[in-house]
T-cell receptor, first 115, second 115 residues
Framework: QQQVKQSPQSLIVQKGGISIINCAYE??????FPWYQQFPGKGPALLIA?????SEKKEGRFTISFNKSAKQFSLHIMDSQPGDSATYFC??????????????FGRGTQLTVWP | KAGVTQTPRYLIKTRGQQVTLSCSPI?????VSWYQQTPGQGLQFLFE???????NKGNFPGRFSGRQFSNSRSEMNVSTLELGDSALYLC??????????????FGPGTRLTVT
């Protein structure tokens, strides 16, 4: 059972455009929601993260929007650049004893930014 | 500060053999989590260690095991390798693996190919 559902599976955006990736979850015990960026041949790199007491967090061109009531969160990449072409993963954490130290990941979105 | 390091980076093994992968966390981090990444299943949690103790385990067979040393370095072992074990094995470190200081940072991974 996929605890975090991510869409779309792939996304093509023109340079300068906005890339939007969405994630949804059911477990209301999730209390931490990071996004990771992964280039081919590399490990995932932590991009930005949010906690459920905040509705939006912005770091440079990257913004997380969080909707607690809808149990959804999304990553917005403004002014997308070819260098942003990578696979993006959303994730969530449930900080209870039985799930310590574990992140639940979405299936990933392959983003391609055309120059 | 040096990031998470994993050795070896690439490994080719034959079915039935066993393999040991190594992970050195970021200095000061005491939690190490292991994940398996495949195109079909995405990022799957294997186990997490903190202060030499396994705190959490994912749904993998007993052929997958791990340990953590007093310096927080961790190893994972896969015995009786199967073709389906071919994957990228990722190690992630965190200060404590729980609470506010939770950010998980990934290493570059070990690409295991089983023939």
């Amino acid at each position: 059972q996929q605890q975090v559902k991510q869409s779309p599976q792939s996304l093509i955006v023109q340079k300068g455009g906005i890339s939007i990736i969405n994630c949804a979850y059911e477990n209301t015990a999730f209390d931490y929601f990071p996004w990771y960026q992964q280039f081919p041949g590399k490990g995932p790199a932590l991009l930005i993260a949010i906690r459920p007491d905040v509705s939006e967090k912005k770091e440079g061109r990257f913004t997380i929007s969080f909707n607690k009531s809808a149990k959804q969160f999304s990553l917005h990449i403004m002014d997308s650049q070819p260098g942003d072409s990578a696979t993006y993963f959303c994730a969530a954490r449930d900080d209870r004893g039985s799930t310590l130290g574990r992140l639940y990941f979405g299936r990933g979105t392959q983003l391609t930014v055309w120059p | 500060k040096a990031g998470v390091t994993q050795t070896p980076r690439y490994l080719i093994k034959t079915r039935g053999q066993q393999v040991t992968l190594s992970c050195s966390p970021i200095s000061g981090h005491r939690s190490v989590s292991w994940y398996q990444q495949t195109p079909g299943q995405g990022l799957q949690f294997l186990f997490e260690y903190f202060s030499e103790t396994q705190r959490n385990k994912g749904n993998f067979p007993g052929r997958f095991s791990g340990r953590q040393f007093s310096n927080s370095r961790s190893e994972m072992n896969v015995s009786t390798l199967e073709l389906g074990d071919s994957a990228l094995y990722l190690c992630a470190s965190s200060l404590t693996g729980q609470g506010p200081s939770y950010e998980q940072y990934f290493g570059p991974g070990t690409r295991l190919t089983v023939t």
